[in-house]
T-cell receptor
Framework: DQQVKQNSPSLSVQEGRISILNCDYT??????FLWYKKYPAEGPTFLISISSIKDKNEDGRFTVFLNKSAKHLSLHIVPSQPGDSAVYFCAASEGSNYKLTFGKGTLLTVNP | DTGVSQDPRHKITKRGQNVTFRCDPI?????LYWYRQTLGQGPEFLTYFQNEAQLEKSRLLSDRFSAERPKGSFSTLEIQRTEQGDSAMYLC???????????????FGPGTRLLVL
């Protein structure tokens, strides 16, 4: 069963607009969440993370929001740039067991 | 240090052959993870090491798979008697863990893409 779900396989936005990528999880024991970006033929690149004690974390153009009651997190990219076009993976880990559980990814396309 | 490296980047083999992949983590990192990614899926956890000790193995890791990290630095992942279902991207990640850290971030290598014919 999928413990981390990214229900949108793809998303297309215009350059300069906001991109919002969503992620839902079912395991209430998850307490650390990460977003990775992946280009074809490369490994995932770490973007931003959030601990369950927070509800928001910001790093430049990237902001992650966590809603624990809804078991939902989202990644906001503002403003979106063509170089942001990639597959974005949501991942989660539980306590001291740091193995990551990933979603299936969302392909973001930012059009010039 | 430029990050996690993996070798080879690509491997094509015939069914029944053995293959071995190598991962060199970021130098000060004491944890090393192996994941497998198939088409349309996110990476799936296979196993991880803390220094030279293998602490957990996924049920995905059949007895044809073996991983080692003999000196707590680089790691190897061997697949014996490969099957077509083993075709995937094999990803290595490393992290710095200490008991005082609340969280840790894993940094991934470029992966080894395996094709079993």
């Amino acid at each position: 069963d999928q413990q981390v779900k990214q229900n949108s396989p793809s998303l297309s936005v215009q350059e300069g607009r906001i991109s919002i990528l969503n992620c839902d999880y079912t395991n209430s024991m998850f307490d650390y969440f990460l977003w990775y970006k992946k280009y074809p033929a490369e490994g995932p690149t770490f973007l931003i993370s959030i601990s369950s004690i927070k509800d928001k974390n910001e790093d430049g153009r990237f902001t992650v929001f966590l809603n624990k009651s809804a078991k939902h997190l989202s990644l906001h990219i503002v403003p979106s740039q063509p170089g942001d076009s990639a597959v974005y993976f949501c991942a989660a880990s539980e306590g001291s067991n740091y193995k990551l559980t990933f979603g299936k990814g969302t392909l973001l396309t930012v059009n010039p | 240090d430029t990050g996690v490296s993996q070798d080879p980047r690509h491997k094509i083999t015939k069914r029944g052959q053995n293959v071995t992949f190598r991962c060199d983590p970021i130098s000060e990192h004491n944890r090393l993870y192996w994941y497998r990614q198939t088409l349309g899926q996110g990476p799936e956890f296979l196993t991880y090491f803390q220094n030279e000790a293998q602490l957990e193995k996924s049920r995905l890791l059949s007895d044809r798979f073996s991983a080692e990290r003999p000196k707590g630095s680089f790691s190897t992942l061997e697949i014996q008697r490969t099957e077509q279902g083993d075709s995937a991207m094999y990803l290595c990640a490393s992290s710095l863990w200490s008991s005082g850290r609340a969280v840790e971030t894993q940094y991934f290598g470029p992966g080894t893409r395996l094709l079993v014919l």
